[in-house]
């Protein structure tokens, strides 16, 4: 069955970086479109950011100019380099693939932009 997990979270002060990994099984990673979203406490869960099979990339507005999106397809796993980081940043981050009309998800990473 697909498998997304997510890993690289923690806590970080206001204007550092962390990378985020989801690394996916069960499922020709190469050929779907990745995207990762993120829930803050209370909120809804927010698109972030998207890469295609083809290594194009799109971002919502909050993420442009400080988060990169890219994959590795030889090793099954997507990336989500965040630099700048602000309180408002402050979620936990998902990875998703949609194949076949459903919609796979991992369980998240926390990240925690405090000083």
């Known amino acids: 069955q697909v498998q997304l997990v997510e890993s690289g979270g923690g806590l970080v002060q206001p204007g550092g970086s962390l990378r985020l990994c989801c690394a996916a099984s069960g499922i020709t990673f190469s050929i779907y479109a990745i995207c990762w979203y993120r829930q803050a406490p209370g909120k809804q869960r927010d698109y972030v950011a998207a890469?295609?099979?083809?290594?194009?990339?799109n971002y919502a507005d909050s993420a442009k100019g400080r988060f990169t999106i890219s994959r590795d397809n030889a090793k099954n796993t997507a990336y989500l380099q965040m630099n700048n980081l602000k309180p408002e940043d402050t979620a936990s981050y998902y990875c998703?693939?949609?194949?076949?009309?459903?919609?796979?998800w991992g369980k998240g990473t926390l990240v925690t932009v405090s000083s």
């Open positions: 890469i295609g099979s083809g290594g194009d990339t």
């Open positions: 998703n693939i949609l194949r076949g009309g459903i919609n796979y």
